[in-house]
């Protein structure tokens, strides 16, 4: 069994920028990092998850100009909250041929997150890549809280686990909606929204 293992972030940027996957602390827990314009490496994240199909990943990007990536429908209370980081935000997409459905799974919204972390924040603008970050665990087991619990895991089905230590918390981001001007909460997570309302 082949398992590569490194403690340096940028070892992850080839590997993704060529389809592959890798798992590493994000700026929550440890997450399934893949390039999210890269079908092919996003499908198989839902295969080494056994997620259902029709629930979508939450997309990591450096800034709010990635967004137009993404056909999103303006909504610049919800690209404000955006701008806070370490909040998840979901925004309608304008996809009529469905070329983006691969990522919204037929909701026709995708759910983006700016990181709260100085270090992944950074190896993101220099990846210049959006990325799916779903959490490092089998669908219905608990998230990977270190590295050794990621490779008990998902063993040789990852190109490369980055040890960023363990993780400060097993709480996901919390995920809004901004609808007509209200803020909706849809999941309370490890930053309290009610603060930037």
Known sequence: ????????????????????????????????????????????????????????????????????????????????????KGITVIFDVNDPNNELEYLHRGTKALAFRIPDDPEFLSFLNKLDTPIVAPSANPSGLTPAEDIHKAIEYFKDKVDLYIDRGRSNTNIPSTIVKVENSKIKILRQGSKQIDLYQ
């Open 1 to 84: 069994m082949n398992i590569n293992i490194s403690t340096k972030l940028d070892d992850a940027m080839d590997v993704i920028k060529n389809g592959g996957i890798v798992i590493t602390k994000t700026d929550t827990i440890y997450g399934i990092l893949a390039n999210a314009l890269d079908k092919e490496a996003v499908e198989k994240i839902y295969v080494i998850k056994g997620r259902e199909k029709d629930k979508p990943f939450i997309i990591l990007i450096p800034n709010a100009k990635f967004l137009k990536k993404f056909k999103v429908k303006e909504n610049p209370q919800a690209e404000k909250i955006l701008n806070l």
